[in-house]
């Protein structure tokens, strides 16, 4: 079974700055796609951004771009000139490629993001 | 806009009670899922469905069960209620086939069994 680990529970950042959270997994699969979602308190889940595991090239969206390592097994997100609003909690997933019928996101324990002003 | 919507917010029913979370998407996806949402054990998939009257066990099954009786809805039933099935309860859905589409969410239903 595939596993998604993110071990810092909490990370802190000074606005406009930048900061990287971590998130490792577990696959023998060489056909998966990688996401970062974003939950603040009004509890609704966001997609921040998503990478698909045969493109070598990072995903970027705005201010929001990743390390993937895909030897490493590493995917980190990070955010360029951090920003009051970024304050959530962030979750990382994995799904597999291929798979009819087990289309299902497998999640790490996530981590809390405050910005300080 | 794309939607999906859970019926409740916020519930509270007592040890033993059937308790229903209901899930409708306005999207036309197939895939349909429940999660449980707890501190320091991120989201756990309960349930999914990829069509209709499909249904298939997750990683904690345990004590719930679920309906898909219309493509839109995905319902989440805890048999009898017990304290340990307090948590947050988020349904999501995605379109089948479509695996570098995320999966949309609904605001998350906050459960207390007393």
Redesign the interface.
């Known amino acids: 079974a595939q596993t998604v680990t ?1 071990s810092q ?1 909490e990370m802190s950042v000074q606005e406009a700055e930048t900061v990287t959270l971590s998130c490792t997994y577990d696959t023998s699969e060489s056909d998966y ?1 990688l ?1 970062w ?1 974003k939950q603040p308190p ?4 966001i ?1 921040v951004i ?1 990478q ?1 595991a045969y493109k070598q090239q990072n995903a970027t969206e705005n201010r929001f771009s990743v390390n993937f390592q895909k030897a490493a097994k590493s995917f980190s997100l990070k955010i360029s000139d951090s920003q009051l609003g970024d304050a959530a909690m962030y ?1 990382c997933a994995y ?1 597999r ?2 798979d ?11 981590t809390r993001l405050t910005i300080i002003p | 806009d794309v939607k999906v919507t859970q019926s409740s917010r916020y519930l509270v029913k007592r040890t033993g009670e059937k308790v229903f979370l209901e899930c409708v998407q306005d999207m036309d996806h197939e ?1 349909m ?1 429940w ?1 449980r949402q707890d501190p ?6 309960i349930y ?1 469905s ?2 209709v009257k ?1 249904k ?1 066990k ?1 990683d904690i099954p345990e004590g719930y069960s679920v309906s898909r009786e219309k493509k839109e809805r995905f319902s989440l039933i805890l048999e009898s209620a017990s304290t340990n099935q307090t948590s ?1 309860y ?1 349904c ?1 859905s ?1 379109p ?2 479509h ?2 589409t ?2 949309f ?1 609904g ?2 239903t906050r459960l207390t069994v007393v």
Request: proline content about 2%; cysteine-free; aromatic content about 20%.
């Open positions: 993110q529970p796609y996401f979602y009004s509890r609704q889940m997609l998503r698909e979750f799904k490629g291929a009819f019928g087990n289309e299902k996101l497998t999640f790490g324990t996530g | 895939n899922f999660y320091g054990l991120g989201l756990r998939l999914f990829y069509d499909m298939e997750g947050m988020l999501a995605s089948l086939g695996l570098n995320e999966a969410f605001q998350g």
